[in-house]
């Protein structure tokens, strides 16, 4: 005589359980808010603040330069006559503008 015994009901409910929990965390270790895919969004962007701090840096640097060139200890004369056309519309008196 053969005798077939079946696991018993708790045991699958148990297997089936930690099987559910395991697919859950695997989930969330990928799409989650901590997830594989959120960090790789997270070196892009931290990439792409990079290169716009980069600019900006770049940016200041030159604003301070030209500050620098216009200030009372350095007078960057050159400078000031180009702005003076720029800004205020000067011309020499022995100029000829053309539009």
């Known amino acids: 005589m053969i005798r077939r015994t079946r696991a018993p009901l708790g045991f699958v409910v ?3 359980a930690m099987g559910l929990f395991a697919l859950y ?12 895919f959120r960090r790789a ?3 892009a962007e ?3 603040l990079k290169v716009q701090l980069a600019s900006l840096s770049e940016q200041v640097a030159r604003m301070e330069n030209l500050t620098r060139r216009l200030s009372d200890d350095y007078l960057d004369l050159d400078l ?3 702005q003076a056309r720029d800004v205020l519309g000067l011309i020499r ?3 000829v503008v053309i539009r």
């Open 93 to 95: 008196p022995d100029e």
């Open 25 to 36: 965390f695997i989930f969330a270790a990928i799409q989650g808010d901590f997830g594989i």
């Open 80 to 82: 000031l006559d180009q």
């Open 46 to 48: 931290a990439l792409e």
């Open 41 to 43: 969004e997270v070196d």
């Open 14 to 16: 148990y297997t089936t």
